[in-house]
DNA sequence: CTATTGTGCATAGTGACACTAGGTGTCATG
DNA sequence: CATGACACCTAGTGTCACTATGCACAATAG
């Protein structure tokens, strides 16, 4: 039960390249401004994060960099590439069109 | 490669829902109707669809039933119940949300 | 001074689930 | 007689999000 969030399967990358190519950003990060720009629907785990941002950036789709605090700490900063805004831009059209298909089915017959 | 529809997983319960509730179908005809109603987006194969039916069927939600055709044919035609159609209003409510919060976060910055 | 919470990264194990690939059998068409 | 449509089914595989856990440091609370 409870396993309301199945949908998310297969949207991760899109929504994680949607908030980088907007600026760089590290791991802690996405998750907190994920959750701020969907309204406290989006909460992904650690667990949940890391080993995507590990696939997207071992497709080279993003690029990670290491970047030292002034207080000695370090983050780890994820960058898009050529090919991430390229994918970016083609989830987005598959979004569309699951969209518009999902729509199609799901809506109640409004007749 | 060719993984465009991982956004499928978690839907097709809702998709099967959606096409026996407004009538009996069997399982052949649950994936040619969704193929048209899709307009030819959703192609599912019957090593997905029966599976999904069957899970339907052990959760209560739908209840399949043989009929034999004139012709001394057996077809397995599934009926929603009563839980089914609870799951399903709850499923619609879901995909909505979903689909909120997606749009917020996927929708290209237009400001 | 210690415990908790927040920040920040990471991995191992699990379970759900759609897909591939195959199997059975009938019927109509070429 | 072979192909494709019809109609059902299962086993095996791979992907992927989740749980749980660990490390490490900082700040705040008690």
Chains 1, 2 share one sequence.
């Not at 720009?37 to 993003?62: C, M, N, V, W």
């Not at 970047?67 to 083609?90: C, F, S, V």
Request: proline share 4%; aromatic share 10%.
């Amino acid at each position: 039960m409870a396993k309301k969030h199945e949908l998310i399967k297969g949207s991760i990358d899109s929504l994680l390249l949607c908030v980088i190519v907007q600026q760089p950003m590290y791991g802690y990060q996405i998750i907190k401004e994920l959750e701020r720009r969907s309204q406290g629907y989006f909460k992904f785990k650690e667990g949940t994060l890391y080993p995507a941002l590990h696939r997207l950036d071992k497709a080279g789709l993003i690029r990670g960099e290491w970047q030292t605090l002034p207080n000695g700490r370090q983050r780890r900063y994820y960058y898009i590439t050529e090919k991430g805004l390229n994918i970016l831009a083609a989830k987005r059209g598959q979004w569309l069109d699951f969209l518009t298909a999902m729509n199609l089915i799901i809506q109640p017959a409004s007749e």
